[in-house]
Structures are given as structure tokens and as C-alpha cells.
């Protein structure tokens, strides 16, 4: 099994940062929460602040799990723990993607993400048309 952790980063007006996988990566073309591969005896948290800095040259501030999903690309299974993050600082630079949007959770579905982050997707949907009741 291989453990991932994805960012659920949220600016100061509550859009939420999707990247794009780039041409010649796995899920080419497909969105994304961005993260990455865990480490040996590295956090969730710690994994998602280096990885948005090796790959984006931001800053975040994790802030609470969002839960795991287990996913199964043919034979190669992996966990996918999602954490909320807050967006602290930097200009991003792209190193391992096409594209990245800020984007409202509402306006999520309008992306064809990667199948492991989808469950994530469908939950910040949930979460975001329960919330405006």
C-alpha cells in the first residue's frame, strides 16, 4: 500500500486550490488535491506542507483531517489521507502540474479529478450546499 496525502488548502474567501497533473505524470490531465507520497515516520501534516512547497512554493497551515480513501489503480493500492489546510503565503510555481484554479467547493464538479480524490470532492459538494441552508 502506498500512503499519499492531499491538501485541501482554502484561501480567505473559502475557494479551495485544485492543480492539474502534468503531461507524462500518472492521471495526466486530471485534477487533483495536491500532496503527495508520505514519507517513512512523516505526519500527514508534515507530508502535505513539503510537498506544497517542493511542488507549489507555498506555505500551508494543516489544520484538521478530512479523512482516508482507500483506491486501486489496477494493482497498485493506495491510501489517500486528506487533511483542510489554510493558505499562509507564496506565489505559486508549478512543478508538477499544467494548471491549478481556486475554486468555490460548489463549483467542484465541474472538474474531472483523479478517481482517488473524488470521494473528497463529493463530500466538500455535501458539505458546501449543506452549509448554505
Known sequence: MLAVAAA???NEVGQILIAKRKKGK???GLWEFPGGKIEHNESVEDCIKRELQEEMNI???PYESYGEHDHYYGSTHIRLYAHKAKFVS???MLVDHDEYMWVYPTELGEYEFAPADIKFVKMLIG???ESMD
Do not use: R
Request: glycine content about 6%; hydrophobic content about 35%.
Open 127 to 129: 458539505y458546501s450546499a
Open 26 to 28: 500518472s492521471q495526466e
Open 8 to 10: 485541501i488548502i482554502e
Open 59 to 61: 506555505q500551508i497551515q
Open 90 to 92: 507564496g506565489e505559486i
